[in-house]
């Protein structure tokens, strides 16, 4: 795995295209390079959610960021909408990222400790200068609704005043008042609790729906990023490791990263037979990735080809791609779900 | 015979035996009700899991019961029998001597909660020169065995090495060294995997899991997760507002839930085995404020099933059909009540208040 | 980077006494500006010859710079020109430094055990007197502190000597020297006991000090092995920082208790115009400084492994 | 302050909202505000309060020795020239306010713009303005002052900007570390993605963050600038022929048999020039705690 290729890029009504993303940055002064993405390469359809996934140093967030040209990658192609992003310039890219919008981990951070919370939402209408003040106001107004929060309360509070819940839900309105076409979601879930996560999942499906959006979600939660996923890109060191509808990818996972990812999702189920979890080991260090496949010194089943061949994506049928050497052998008996 | 009745009375009684535990902060805002009358017993070797949402006052029990509370605006009331010998509200120089030896404590964050400036050997040597008069050669040849216990690769080189030197899981490791360094009986886990990556997480609890087995150690496994206490416990105590809600043996747990806050958690977890977009279960609203808790049962505001009774009076801990499984509801999963709820919801005849309030 | 900086440093400094400053006027007086007297236009021919004052700036800069390294650092203009610069600094900075070095150490060996006190008794009594205490001190300039000390020690009481005489022996000067060291020292303590006490108390509510209490560790072992060190750092830096505020500290001490040293003799020149005494000393601190700075970056090093490099 | 704060967050913050307590500034700060005003009251209306005359003298027939302890006539005494060491204190009021104000406001003003620039935009005019304050740091303070008034004149003006000039690289490195601080913050990415220009960026985000935190060092720096005019007082290297602080207090302790006979003529300036340092230090540091709370309790 941890391979490259293009071959799934799909064609059709396509929001989001990166191709071949590298994204790298210098460790101090010291010369070495953190490989946090190594040309990696996916597409998102209109009113489609693409999750990202993978541990910790995978690179899922920096690819997130890339999108929003924050900061400018290395090398590689962003379009939104055909329109490539990486050769704009600052005025154009102002205005193009507009059409995107991205919520952090961390709900309190996203918001400016010392506003009030209705104007951080309105900021985005006044930037832009768009309708009058009135508009903007009913506007504001609608979307706080829109996300479970009082606009009065909205009006007279600062962020440390509401929860993280409910910080996260400001950061999603203010993400919605400028209308965007596509979201990038960082972790939105990770720092909630369990109950608050549902909330904030929930309600990021009605409003995908109710504002025709589509959404990039990245989280290191297999479970989450099924459930809100069509489509699952699972990445491994700045690689992609296998590309798949969401609930194909469970029920027949062909990388042996995505198996060892599934196996040790913690099942709330006693009767659960535990997998052996001895044996995964740890992720390796961006800096020095390994060669070849970057997951073969974890891999069970990797030989000298994995050490020395970088695996391509390759189509294992009904849109789901891998890339990996020896993919897993595949039951044939899917279940029908 | 007072050999052989002292042992027999030792293996009958639970290592750990808590009765009406509270712990109440000071704070400039009032009392804090951190944790509000809790009983629980632990019997020697097992496993108990301590589940709740943040502020539920799961980390400041475990905390209470090993002492660890800053004590200039804690207060404490209740019961802690630590092998039958009563160790709440002991001055610390008296704790020092269970610390670590009888009892010790791994916390979330391994970054954080290893010293960054000394070498892992020291700090694993440390409670062995302190507790057991070790020499400084015999205590690191222990230190390189706990490591190699831990399953550290290259434990003598790591002996010399500072925190930020290993990785998550290797941290996670040392710090389980550090507390099993003098063969405690009883381990509090604080959340140890919160902080770790899924993969590494399944490698730190079946880790917990072998030294309980080996070493004959209880353990107190505090999470926020219910997949995490489902395949690792024995036993489960849900948190909820400083309360105990419902207490069972694992397996009686997940098969009867007693407790509509237990599986209305249960319900909001997203499940690898359903097809995605499927609609998650939500509690409305937030945990309650620990300072003006609410009058009735702590979950009413917040509960699809409540009733009158439930905003009025406080549910007492009530014993399920298993003699093990208690829970504190009025109308429980499978009540009557509970049911005809539950009909109503799903015809949609009652409104589901949703979403924050 | 260090080099650097001291190259901009004597750059300006020597920029700025030949730019915002008349030299020759320095040195001549009147004579200077009387221009139409033949007498006074031959003393300017020579001491324009003499100091390289026909010379562009750049090039008076370069001479007087390689000079310096060298260790000359030129003639005063008063006094005529004898003794000079470097023979003069000679024999002063020694008194200073040991000021200095008296001055920091008192801080320091005030500071730690102060704070480790306050810390451990954080809000309670004792803390909150040190506190008051601390406010007190830094409140109080240096030479308010000088005056204060030197009328209750010395006058009233007379336990210390009123000032410093440069022909008694070693120790007797050394005994000179103790209330005026404690005059720098004591503000400095109070400006170190307050970050070391906030950091101390920052660190003692880390986990890893939770950590070393479950695992059965004493209270002044946590304090002393396991909560020191790690609140050292910014300890470390102001130490090195206020080295430059205690130098300035001397200047006015060495005024009050009539010592010798560089600081006063620095204000002297500045009164009596005399440019290479003060470029000699400006450059020297700020050499002095920017190297103790250098030299805190290698104690970095040292107290924390997690700096590489 | 806080190491009786349970060490759990879950303890402490279950519910961060509407009953938050309202933290005060205390009896204390206040108090040193009240001085801090009366301070000003006086320097600014001092020719018209009925004190004394501070430059005439006040000898008496058949008196010998000029300079007299406290008296009912002369609160504070006088001073070898029989002048009224009250009205002198008072007077001096005068240079020291306005050299710590304009100091101050000049530090702030243009350290606050040069940090602020320099964190939010690193790379080269980060490096530049970073040199800049390395430089200036790199002499101590009361020497580069020294050197300075050497070389300019010694009015009032001047020495402020030269103690103005010494307050921009502590200040400058300050909003500085502050302003990189708050631009890694997810907030400001947020701005920048919603389309927000730098500049407003840098006003309507960064500012209240930077400045607030910083309104607290305005205090704490206009004591710095006081002392420091004081202490070039003292050397006799301040505002030419005026009143001051530092000025008295030189005049009286010039010798050990002043201070030794007539105490107060340096005693009652070092007084009042410690209780002004003092108010403005403890009003600067409790407006920093007010503030440094608030921000925990997010």
Known sequence: ?337 | MSELQTEMRQEHQPLLEVTDLRTHFRTERGLVRAVDGVSLTLERGKCLGIVGESGSGKTVLSRSLMGLLPSSNTVTSGSVKFEGKEILGLPSKQMRRLWGREMSMVFQNPMTSLNPLMKIGQQIAEPLNLHLDMSRADARATAERLLRDVRIPEATRRLDQYPHELSGGMRQRAMIAIALACGPTLLFADEPTTALDVTVQAQILQLIGEQRRDRNMSVVLVTHDLGVVAGHTDEIAVMYGGKLVEKAPTSVLFAHMKMPYTMSLMRSIPKLEDPSHTRLATIPGRPPDLVHPPKGCRFAPRCAYARDKCITEEPPLRQAEDPNHSYACWYPVGSPEFNQREAELNSGAVPVTLEAR | MAITLLFAVSALTFGAMNVLGDPLFNILGPIARDTSNPKSVKLIEKAKNDYNLDKPLPIRYGLWISGFVRGDMGVQFSTDGQPPVTELLKERIPRTVTLLILGQLIAVLVSIPWALLSASRADKFVDRLSTATTFMLVALPGFALAIILKYLFAIRLGWFPLTYRALDPLQTRLFQMLLPGFVIGLPAAAIYQRLLRTDLITTLQEDFILMARSKGVSKPRILFKHALRPSMFSFITVVGLTTGALIGGSIVVETVFRIPGIGSTLVEAVLRHDFPVVLAIVMIVATAFVLINLLIDVVYTIIDPRVHR | MSTQTPTTTEAAAPEPGEAATKKTLGIGFWVCIGWLLVMVFVAVFATRLPIPDPKFNFIEPGQAGPSKGPSTAHWFGTDKDARDVFARTMYGARVSLTVGFIAIVFGMFVGGTLGILAGFFRGWIDRIFSFMFLVLLSFPSLVLAIMLTALLDRKLFTISMILGVLAVAPVGRLARATTMQYAEREFVIAARSLGAKNKRIIVRELLPNVAIPMSALALLGMAVAIVAEGGLAFLGLSVERSITWGGMIQLGSDSSKTLQNQPWIAFFPIGVLFLTVFALNFAGDRVRTYFDVKETSL
Not at chain 1, 83 to 112: C, V, W, Y
Not at chain 1, 323 to 334: D, G, M, N, R, Y
Request: net charge negative; with cysteine.
């Open chain 1, 1 to 337: 795995m941890a391979g490259s290729g293009t071959a799934h890029l799909r064609d059709g009504d396509i929001v989001m295209r990166v191709e071949n993303l590298v994204m790298e940055f210098p460790v101090g002064r010291t010369g070495l390079k953190v490989h946090a993405v190594s040309g990696i390469s996916f597409d998102v359809v209109r009113g489609e959610t693409l999750g990202l996934v993978g541990e910790s140093g995978c690179g899922k967030s920096t690819t997130g960021k890339a999108m929003m040209q924050i900061p400018r990658p290395t090398s590689g192609s962003i379009k939104l909408d055909g329109l490539e992003l990486t050769t704009l310039g600052n005025e154009e890219l102002r205005s193009a990222r507009t059409k995107m919008q991205m919520i952090f981990q961390d709900p309190i951070s996203s918001l400016n400790p010392r506003r009030i919370v209705r104007d951080s939402v309105r900021e985005p209408l006044d930037v832009w200068g768009r309708g009058s003040k009135a508009e903007r106001e009913a506007l504001v107004d609608r979307v706080l609704e829109s996300v479970g929060i009082d606009p009065q309360r909205a009006a007279e509070s600062r962020p440390h005043q509401f929860s993280g819940g409910q910080c996260q839900r400001i950061s999603i309105a203010r993400a919605l008042v400028l209308d965007p076409t596509l979201i990038i979601c960082d972790e939105p879930v990770s720092a909630l609790d369990v109950s608050v996560q549902a909330q904030v999942i929930n309600l990021l499906e009605d409003l995908k729906k109710q504002y025709g959006l589509t959404l990039i979600f990245i989280a290191h939660d297999l479970a989450v990023v099924k459930n809100i996923s069509d489509r699952v890109a699972v990445m491994y060191l700045g690689k992609m490791c296998e590309i798949s509808p969401s609930d194909d990818l469970y029920a027949r996972p062909a990388h042996p990263y995505t198996r060892v990812l599934i196996d040790s999702i913690p099942v709330p189920d006693p009767s659960a037979v535990l997998a052996d979890a001895t044996t995964i080991g740890e992720p390796g260090s961006p800096v020095t990735p390994p060669s070849g496949c970057r997951f073969h010194p974890r891999c069970q089943f990797a030989d000298d080809i994995c050490k020395s061949a970088e695996p391509i994506l390759q189509d294992i049928g009904n849109g789901h791609f891998v890339a990996c050497h020896h993919p897993l052998e595949v039951p044939v008996s899917i279940q029908s779900r």
